[in-house]
């Protein structure tokens, strides 16, 4: 779960320009207001197929971009939760831990054993290039 977070984060992270991008797009082309005349030379004429095909992929990437603005926004509230969840995992163990007199450095080294209805402390490996913990 946590790797999905991570990646989903990364995801946010490299999209969010390209969101920016289509932000600051659609606050330059305002309604009912006609864009600067292009110069001699700067514009390109297009014939009615491709002016079609041009606005309907237009069309598309403003949709995309409004998904990928949603996904942010859904990420972000996600990650809020996740936050409240693990806040009450958190006061859930150090309650458990209190009633049996146990010592909680970290709630996160503790993991639910359903079948035996219980929080068991997990050993995890060192990290690469950390000394092992005594």
Same mark, same amino acid.
């Given at each position: 779960? #946590? @790797?999905?977070? =991570?990646?989903? &984060? ?6 969010? +320009? ?6 600051? @797009? ?7 207001? &006609?864009?600067?005349? +292009?110069?001699?030379?700067? %514009?390109? !004429?297009?014939? /009615?197929? #491709?002016?079609?095909?041009? &606005?309907?992929? %237009?069309?598309?990437? =403003? ?5 990928? &603005?949603?996904?942010? @926004? $859904?990420?972000?509230?996600? $990650?809020? %939760?996740? *936050?409240?969840?693990?806040? /009450? ?8 831990? @209190? ?8 709630? *996160?080294?503790?993991?639910?054993? *359903? ?5 068991? !402390?997990? $050993? ?11």
């Amino acid at each position: 779960m #946590t @790797r999905t977070l =991570s990646m989903l &984060a990364a995801l946010l992270v490299a999209l969010a +320009p390209a969101v920016a991008v289509a932000q600051a @797009r659609s606050a330059q082309v305002r309604p009912g207001v &006609a864009p600067a005349a +292009p110069r001699p030379g700067e %514009e390109i !004429k297009l014939d /009615e197929s #491709t002016t079609l095909k041009a &606005a309907a992929l %237009e069309a598309r990437m =403003s949709a995309l971009l409004a998904n990928f &603005a949603l996904l942010q @926004r $859904q990420a972000q509230d996600m $990650q809020t %939760e996740m *936050n409240k969840m693990l806040e /009450e995992r958190k006061a859930l163990v150090t309650d458990a831990a @209190r009633r049996v007199n146990v010592p909680v450095a970290d709630p *996160n080294e503790w993991a639910l054993d *359903n079948k035996g209805q219980r929080f068991v !402390k997990v $050993q995890r490996p060192p990290a690469p290039g950390q000394a092992p913990a005594r």
